[in-house]
């Protein structure tokens, strides 16, 4: 019998000066988003690589997003099952706002820096 393994382990990434960009972007989340986005992350801690889309989808390098009607999340897998929550945007239009996806990306990279 195969044994059964456990969920995965969330973390956020958090700037130098301790900031939490994702505490920060589901804290000023209301009704609806934030029930959305709290579902989509239990959803990601549950199933961890293997989610896919709808809910999940790669954006290149390492990098992916939580998707759902109203807010986007970016995040990625480390060793040891962990996964790091970067950043979100409530969606606004079909595409990433490239502000947003360099941001995410600047946050992937410092966490590389540290690893290194």
């Known amino acids: ?5 456990v969920g995965w382990t969330i973390d956020e990434y958090a ?5 939490r960009p994702i505490r920060a972007f589901i804290s000023m989340l ?9 579902a989509l992350i239990k959803l ?5 690589n293997a989610l896919r889309r709808p809910q999940s989808a790669p954006l290149g390098g390492g ?5 759902g009607d ?3 999340i970016f ?3 480390r060793p040891g099952r962990r996964i790091v929550l970067l950043n979100g945007v409530l969606k606004k239009q079909r595409k990433v706002p490239a502000e947003a996806l360099m941001r ?3 946050y992937q990279k410092e966490i590389s820096a540290m690893d290194a």
Not at 1 to 5: E, F
């Open 1 to 5: 019998m195969a044994s059964q393994q």
């Open 15 to 19: 700037t130098a000066d301790g900031e």
């Open 30 to 38: 209301t009704g609806r988003a934030k029930v959305e986005a709290v």
């Open 44 to 48: 990601l801690e549950e199933r961890g």
């Open 63 to 67: 990098l992916f997003e939580l998707r």
């Open 70 to 72: 109203q807010v986007r």
């Open 75 to 77: 995040y990625l897998f």
């Open 104 to 106: 995410a990306k600047r």
